[in-house]
């Protein structure tokens, strides 16, 4: 089992920046890929960005590119998005995955543990 907590949401005005943090607990994660989807109202889980845990190898989703990044700390066994230049089209719920296939995946299908999710909004 593998246990996923995410934390960092809130209210930003657009323009601004967050840093979400997905802590892991549980099995071995050298294996595993991390990953951040986001689902707003009425949507679908949508890809937001992934990195695997050992080599650190990153994908992002088009919407993001060049705002968001994506890191990992093996010593505190927690995985980041910090989130840039904000806009409201980005307000969702953030959900942090994990995946034992290994590879990156923009399929939510294929992540096997899913953290709480952590709100976030950006007023205009």
């Known amino acids: 089992q593998v246990q996923l907590v995410e934390s960092g949401g809130g209210l930003v005005q657009a323009g601004g920046s967050l840093r979400l943090s997905c802590a892991v607990s549980?099995?071995?994660?050298?294996?595993?890929?991390m990953a951040w989807f986001r689902q707003a109202p009425g949507k679908e889980r949508e890809f937001v960005a992934g990195i695997t845990w050992s080599a650190g190898d990153t994908r992002y989703g088009d919407s993001v590119k060049n705002r968001f990044t994506i890191s990992r700390d093996n010593a505190k066994n927690t995985v980041y998005l910090q989130m840039s230049s904000l806009k409201p089209e980005d307000t969702a719920v953030y959900y942090c995955g994990a995946s034992n296939v290994g590879l990156v995946t923009t399929n939510s299908g294929r992540y096997n543990y899913w953290g709480q999710g952590t709100q976030v909004t950006v007023s205009s």
């Open positions: 549980g099995r071995s994660r050298s294996s595993y890929a």
